[in-house]
T-cell receptor
Framework: KNQVEQSPQSLIILEGKNCTLQ??????????LRWYKQDTGRGPVSLTI?????NTKSNGRYTATLDADTKQSSLHITASQLSDSASYIC???????????FGTGTRLTIIP | DTEVTQTPKHLVMGMTNKKSLKCEQH?????MYWYKQKAKKPPELMFV???????INESVPSRFSPECPNSSLLNLHLHALQPEDSALYLC???????????????FGPGTRLTVT
């Protein structure tokens, strides 16, 4: 069964600090891995998309890594801001169909 | 314009009502999706339309009826819903839904549905 697991479930850090969120997946055959940011009650917004041949991708203060051999990904947030408070969802795409497998997300809270 | 719009933002309906959710995009995308999201859970795929044809129905109860009048519009018709159907309903679109391609999905802000 395709699964995406994220850790930690929740995280609280001080403004200005860095943090790293983890994602492990068992989706097969693998096509791509995405990180989304979702504010409460809003739709997810794409941060990065990586295929199996990419092992790192950045979007501003967000840097995602992918290890397709160990089936792990991480999202590193640098110099956190209050606006980074949100849920971060790891999503993996299957090769061969349009379906995505969503992780349960990490709830990140930035405190001043 | 990279925006997916959804109306209404909030909807409260009784179990005997009939209502519709609307979704619109003007990015020229040919694939559109409906997701249901319960609180603190990830989105669950309901339907996928590809080139205005229904390509995926994830065994959704018939009280949810999707419609794609044209490539820019996606509706979700609701009838005889149950309180457990209360959730955030998200619409998304992508350039297309060709299997094997990486199709970035753009999500709308969602409609918060409450069934009383």
């Amino acid at each position: 069964k395709n699964q995406v697991e994220q850790s930690p479930q929740s995280l609280i850090i001080l403004e200005g600090k860095n943090c790293t969120l983890q994602c492990n997946y068992t989706v097969s055959p693998f096509s791509n891995l995405r990180w989304y940011k979702q504010d409460t009650g809003r739709g997810p917004v794409s941060l990065t998309i990586m295929t199996f041949s990419e092992n790192t991708k950045s979007n501003g203060r967000y840097t995602a890594t992918l290890d397709a051999d160990t089936k792990q990904s991480s999202l590193h947030i640098t110099a956190s801001q209050l606006s980074d408070s949100a849920s971060y969802i790891c999503v993996v795409g299957n090769f061969g169909n349009e379906k995505l497998t969503f992780g349960t997300g990490t709830r990140l809270t930035i405190i001043p | 314009d990279t925006e997916v719009t959804q109306t209404p933002k909030h909807l409260v309906m009784g179990m005997t009502n009939k209502k519709s959710l609307k979704c619109e995009q003007h990015m020229g995308h040919r694939a559109m999706y409906w997701y249901k999201q319960k609180a603190k859970k990830p989105p669950e795929l309901m339907f996928v339309y590809s080139y205005e044809k229904l390509s995926i129905n994830e065994s959704v109860p018939s009280r949810f009826s999707p419609e794609c009048p044209n490539s820019s519009l996606l509706n979700l018709h609701l009838h005889a819903l149950q309180p457990e159907d209360s959730a955030l309903y998200l619409c998304a679109s992508s350039q297309d839904a060709t299997p094997g391609l990486v199709n970035e999905q753009y999500f709308g802000p969602g409609t918060r549905l409450t069934v009383t």
